[in-house]
Structure formats: C-alpha cells, structure tokens
C-alpha cells in the first residue's frame, strides 16, 4: 500500500479473553485518525482461536486466513482461555497457523518506557529511564514449529520431544531485518542465542556475523541469552536493536516489559512475508478480567500506531497516536495495571481526546 492510500482494508480478528476489548479500542483510535487524514477505514471482523473452536471447531478457520491475505493489515486482540486449556485443538495453535500461512517471520516489539513513567517499572528510575530497545523475534521457526514434536510412549515411560531447527535462509532474512532497522536508530544490534550449547545458536551466530558485513555503519555484539536475561535489566540503556530466534525471543519480550512496569503497553507489528502485516498487543487474553472493562488498551492502541507506520506508510499519524499515549501516560489517565483507576473505554476516551486536542493545537 502506498504512501498516498486512500483507503485501508483491515481485517479485525477479536480473538478471546480481553482481546475484543482492546481491538475495539484500538479501531476507535484508527477510526478517528484516518477520518480526519481522508482515509476510508474498510474494516471486516472474522474468527480466531478458541471463539473459532466454540464457532466452526477450528481455531483458523480458512475463511479467516484467506479474508487476512486480502487485507492491507491484520489486527489482532488476543487468544486462548481456561476453557480450551484441554484440547484437543489449542486456541494458540490457530494464532501460530496464522504467523505461519502470513509468512511473517520478523516480530517487532518495541520496548519503550515514557518519559514520565519510570515510576511504573518496580526497577529504579534512573535504570530504566530512557530505555529504548527495538526486539526483533524470529516468529516462523524453532521450536514452535520444529517437527519431530509430541508426546509417545505409555506412563510411566511416556516421552516428550520438541525440535529446534533453522535454516540458514531463515536466519539472514531477519537478521536483514534487524540490520535494516538500526540504521535508522542507534546503530547497534545484539544478537541473542546459546552459542555455547545450542547447534541452532551455532549457526545463527555465524550468518548474523556474515550478514553484519553488509552494514559497516552497525555495530553488532553477541550475548548469551542467560547473559543478557540479566543485563537487560541492569543496564537497558545500552541496548538498542536485539535480534533473537522464536522462543528465546517470547520470553525475553515478557521479561523486558518489566522495564515499563505492564506488559499491557507493549505493542507489535509482524511481516516480512509477501502479504500484509499483522499488529497485536503482547499481552494475552487475561482471562481473569476479561468483559470488565479493566482491559489495558495501550498496548492495542500503540499496535495500531505500528500499523500507521508501516503499512499507511504515514509517521505522521503514527507519531500523533504515540504523542496521545504519551500523554495519557503522562497525565495518568490509565488502567490499574498502571496504578491508574480508569476503565478501558475512558482510556480509550482519553487518548481520544488529546489526538483531538494535537489537532487542533
Ligand atoms: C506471544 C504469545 C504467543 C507466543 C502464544 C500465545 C502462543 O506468548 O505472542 O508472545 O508464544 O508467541
Ligand atoms: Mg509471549
């Protein structure tokens, strides 16, 4: 889609849990932005993970991925739940199904905290302040996908077995991804693996250096990920873009949200493949507080900044969401797991508001 769009064709999949709420909120914020940019919002809702199980017995109906690779965008809340914990199909297993039929192999998390919210993280604030890391996770490989997989044999000799794999290919076209970005920020990238024990973490070790060659400008260092588990919360400032495979790229994204304070304000965005990318909140389906309106919106909302960015190509709206959220933040204006008492339809109102009030300043 280009720069010049008129009209944006998204595909909203709901999902479980707080994820229709937080998808509202972020269509809301869309609605109200491309509105006043001329910009049609052509917006179409279908089914996925565990509401897709209860509904039609799978949890990526064909429907839904033939609807997402029509679309110029896909957003999406949330999915699994207590109730499909038992199989025999998992609501997540339709969410991997979807990364996978997309082809969208480089997952963008953002880890920012805002200025005025150091406060929120239980780290001290002159730890985190400032702290702006740009996690790129490998999303179509490893052990998420590795085959063989499964659990044979009779009790009490039953056995459990994943498998890691990658593929040179699959390696150089994210760490492509990862160089590209630093570029355009601070110019370094950490590469994150188990060289000392992993063969996988061997050769991503190996072609992330072969790919470095091609960007003299980009300074590139290697951690182990126990190494850096630790020293991304001692000294956050330091890092710039990580590059990380699937699993260790999943857990370490958690983890960095401590920097923030809530996994409730972290966003991401997912592409690479040939069709369009796919934005979602990090958080999951918080099944606890779900239909109560005490969902966090932001991490939706700044996902639907991402969308703006890179599929709308337009950083101007992009950043006019992201300066709303900052003030939000600023102002307090947030949910509990922000320390804050609002719901999340007046946070939403909120950041309404002040995307209202950039406008007309
Ligand atoms: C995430 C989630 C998913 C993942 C789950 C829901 C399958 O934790 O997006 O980080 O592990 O990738
Ligand atoms: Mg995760």
């Avoid at 699994?80 to 996978?100: I, T, Y």
């Avoid at 337009?314 to 959220?325: K, P, Q």
Wanted: hydrophobic share 45%; proline share 5%; aromatic share 4%.
């Amino acid at each position: 889609m280009s720069a010049a769009a008129q009209q944006l064709r998204l595909v909203v999949l709901p999902g479980d849990g707080v994820g229709p709420e937080v998808t509202d909120a972020a269509l809301a914020v869309l609605r109200s932005i491309l509105d006043r940019a001329g910009i049609e919002l052509v917006a179409e809702q279908h089914d996925i993970g565990g509401q897709a199980i209860d509904s039609c017995g799978e949890p990526l109906p064909r429907s839904t991925l033939a609807a997402c690779r029509e679309a110029d965008a896909v957003l999406l809340g949330a999915v699994g739940g207590p109730r499909w914990d038992r199989g025999p199909v998992r609501p997540e297993s339709g969410l991997l199904s979807l990364r996978s039929g997309l082809g969208v192999f480089a997952n963008l998390r953002p880890v920012r905290v805002w200025g005025g919210a150091e406060g929120l993280s239980p780290i001290r604030e002159e730890v985190v302040r400032g702290a702006d890391i740009m996690f790129v996770r490998e999303l179509t490989g490893g052990a998420y996908f590795g085959r063989p997989r499964g659990i044979g044999g009779a009790t009490p000799s039953r056995r459990g077995v994943d498998t890691i794999e990658y593929g040179e290919a699959e390696i150089r076209r994210v760490a492509h991804v990862a160089f590209r970005i630093a570029e355009t920020r601070r110019r370094r990238v950490t590469s994150v693996d188990k060289a000392n024990v992993l063969a996988t973490s061997a050769l991503w070790r190996e072609v992330l250096g072969e790919v470095a060659k091609d960007y003299p400008q980009v300074e590139l260092e290697h951690f182990l990920v126990d190494s850096f588990s630790l020293r991304v919360l001692l000294e956050p400032q330091r890092f710039d873009v990580v590059v990380t495979e699937n699993l260790m790229g999943d857990i370490l994204t958690d983890e960095a949200a401590a920097l923030v304070g809530t996994l409730g304000m972290l966003p991401s965005a997912s592409g690479g493949g040939e069709g369009p990318w796919l934005y979602e909140p990090v958080h999951g389906s918080a099944p606890d507080i779900a239909g109560k309106g005490l969902a966090n919106p932001l991490g939706a909302i700044a996902s639907a900044a991402m969308l703006l960015r890179l599929s709308l190509g337009r950083e101007d709206l992009a950043e006019a969401v992201e300066r709303s959220i900052g003030a939000v933040v600023r102002a307090g204006s947030v949910t509990a797991d922000m320390d804050g008492a609002l719901t999340t339809r007046e946070v939403t109102d909120a950041v309404l508001g002040e995307l209202e009030a950039g406008v007309a300043a």
